[in-house]
């Protein structure tokens, strides 16, 4: 019997909140003054205004602060952290030398040597001293080819064709005109210019 008691008070206390809501809600509601709202704004531009202010002023101690930071780190630390810096920087010398490598080598074999790379896993090329792997790549492109026939090159191109020329271009193509000098043309500007203001 006790347990029924503890459940009809909740239930007897949950009506009770809700008809307060709507009493709240009623005098929330009260019609929009406008001097007030105003000085509420006046009030928030000024506070924020003070804040920019002592950012500005905080902004040289907080530099200060880092520079001390940086002064107080170990040799060590800096050490490590130019060593990470130039770590990245050879890996991506590496990867650019491997990825124009493998470009290279399947300018040959592939309709876009572009398409072999990305099928490739680059950083499986380099050695231990930094060496390109050429042999390893060969024979993944190989490999790559027979997955993927349809990134081979068309068995009728075997190698780029020069493009045709073009006769209709340049001064070849106009059997009548004569070469001109620089002067020739400047005069017949300057006539043009000057038959036309007569």
Excluded: C
């Excluded at 009260?30 to 905080?58: G, Q, W």
């Excluded at 930094?130 to 024979?139: L, M, S, T």
């Excluded at 026939?149 to 059997?175: E, I, K, M, T």
């Amino acid at each position: 019997m006790p347990e029924n008691e503890e459940t009809t008070e909740q239930v007897e206390s949950a009506p009770q909140e809700t008809d307060a809501a709507p009493e709240a809600a009623a005098s929330e509601e009260e019609p929009f003054d406008r001097a007030r709202a105003e000085e509420k704004i006046r009030k928030a531009n000024s506070e924020a205004k003070n804040l920019r202010e002592r950012l500005k002023e905080l902004e040289p101690l907080a530099q200060k602060a880092r520079e001390l930071e940086d002064a107080q780190k170990s040799e060590q630390e800096r050490l490590t952290e130019q060593l990470t810096q130039a770590q990245e920087r050879i890996r991506t010398v590496q990867q650019r030398a491997v990825r124009a490598e493998v470009r290279a080598l399947a300018a040959a074999e592939f309709a876009d040597p572009e398409d072999a790379h990305a099928f490739l896993s680059l950083d499986s090329y380099i050695d231990d001293s930094g060496e390109i792997d050429a042999a390893a790549i060969q024979q993944d492109l190989k490999d790559l080819l027979k997955r993927k026939p349809h990134l081979a090159r068309s068995s009728g191109d075997v190698s780029p064709r020069p493009p045709r020329p073009d006769r209709s271009q340049g001064s070849s193509g106009n059997g009548s005109r004569t070469p001109t000098r620089p002067e020739d043309e400047f005069a017949g500007w300057l006539g043009n210019v000057l038959g036309k203001t007569s």
